[in-house]
């Protein structure tokens, strides 16, 4: 396909919608509007961790990880405003489920020549005194992980496309489309009408709605993930850690500060949430923190928040054609982990749409893998972590 000489309408202004338009124009489309109902990364992007990890379940997204962190690398040389923290990432895990899973990522890395570690025992406990209770624990390390902040992502790649005369209109949220037969001809906007010939929906959870008023039902389904902001009295130097068995994660957040998220809720959520972290959740980020880090006892709550990801049936992305549409496409379903894919994924999607190939074979993550399947409700299960 070449869509070089075609006008393409890009909906939603986070991480995925950013970054394909990004990519889009690096292959030669210059004819692009994107499309923000609220501010630059008001929705899931804004609200997440910004960490960036090769400890994943399958070939193809420790791939993209990887090239993403080359990409967030390329991008902070080019801005020095935009800086990456190369602090590497460490799971943790005593339970047998989590075993096997670390045996399964450290098989994948070896195959990826991915650098990595394993500690156990006496040797954990020397190489991570700040850890509590580890002798009897797991401990896989990938030292090249690494966490940046994505808002400052999203202003960097905001800053660059503006510069080449894209088009992106912030505060303006997509009323109805025109169609005709198979094709999208336009979106009105504030009562504006805006024709085009490519619509590409990367509106996360909130494309369910946009689609839904079309007659078009996506296994798509969003949950609710919490953050919390620590700080304690002196200076904290940590990696990221994931501790397994408690489905938590936590990465420094400035040198005295940390922030620790709750992973996957498995409960549905509506699209109006609570965007303030339960009580529940509050009370207990210290009495856990203090489970996993030492000297934490004495850390100061000082906010948090909450956001929504989307889970997929079988926690693969949803990315390709809409099959009811010639012309609408996708980019969305990322199980909460998707920052540390997106910009490979956009980068290759990008490579699809404007070259017809892709460097990294990104198609078994195609919208039509559910065609011709009924799928109302599904099991929401972690994304990050495949353990079953």
């Known amino acids: 396909m070449n869509i070089q000489d075609k006008k393409v ?88 489920k989590g075993k096997r899973y670390i045996k399964k990522i450290s098989d994948i890395l070896k195959g990826e020549k991915i650098k990595y570690k394993m500690y156990e025992g006496e040797e954990a406990e020397k190489i991570f005194p700040f850890l509590k209770g580890i002798r009897d624990r797991v401990i896989l390390q990938t030292p090249d992980d690494l966490y940046c902040d994505s808002g400052m992502f999203l202003y960097t790649i905001y800053s660059y496309i503006r510069k080449e005369k894209i088009d992106i209109k912030l505060l303006r949220e997509v009323e109805r489309f025109k169609t005709l037969n198979r094709e999208v001809k336009g979106l009105w906007v504030k009562g504006i009408y805006y024709p085009a010939d490519i619509f590409i929906m990367c509106s996360g959870v909130w494309s369910i709605k946009i689609l839904e008023e079309m007659g078009i039902k996506i296994p798509l389904l969003p949950y609710r ?21 408690r489905g938590v994660y936590i990465r420094s ?99 699809y749409l404007t070259e017809s190939r892709m460097e990294i074979d990104i198609s078994s993550y195609f919208l039509e893998r559910f065609k011709g399947k009924e799928i109302e409700k599904f099991e929401i299960r972690e994304g990050f972590s495949f353990i079953d």
């Open 253 to 351: 957040e400035f040198p005295d500060k940390i922030i620790m998220g709750d992973g996957t809720e498995t409960k549905e959520s509506s699209l109006i949430f609570k965007e303030n972290p339960d009580e529940e959740f509050i009370y207990g980020v210290i009495p856990e923190i203090t489970n996993i880090v030492n000297d934490f006892e004495n850390a100061e709550y000082l906010g948090g928040w909450a956001g929504l990801c989307a889970a997929t049936p079988d926690r693969y992305p949803l990315i390709g054609k809409i099959p009811e549409f010639e012309n609408l496409y996708i980019l969305t379903g990322f199980n909460g982990f998707g920052f540390m894919r997106i910009p490979a994924i956009a980068e290759n999607f990008a490579f």
């Open 225 to 245: 993930s919490q953050i919390a902001v620590l700080r304690k009295k002196d200076t904290i130097d940590i990696p990221i850690i994931h501790d397994l068995d």
């Open 9 to 96: 309408i890009i909906i939603g202004a986070g991480a995925s919608g950013m970054s394909l338009a990004y990519f889009l124009y690096k292959n030669g489309v210059s004819n692009i509007c994107v499309f923000e109902r609220e501010l630059l990364g008001s929705g899931s992007t804004g609200k997440c961790a910004g960490i960036v990890s090769t400890q994943l379940w399958n070939e193809i997204d420790v791939k993209l990880a990887r090239r993403s962190m080359e990409i967030f690398e390329e991008i902070s040389r080019k801005a020095s405003y935009f800086k990456v923290y190369r602090k590497g990432l460490i799971s943790i895990t005593g339970e047998e």
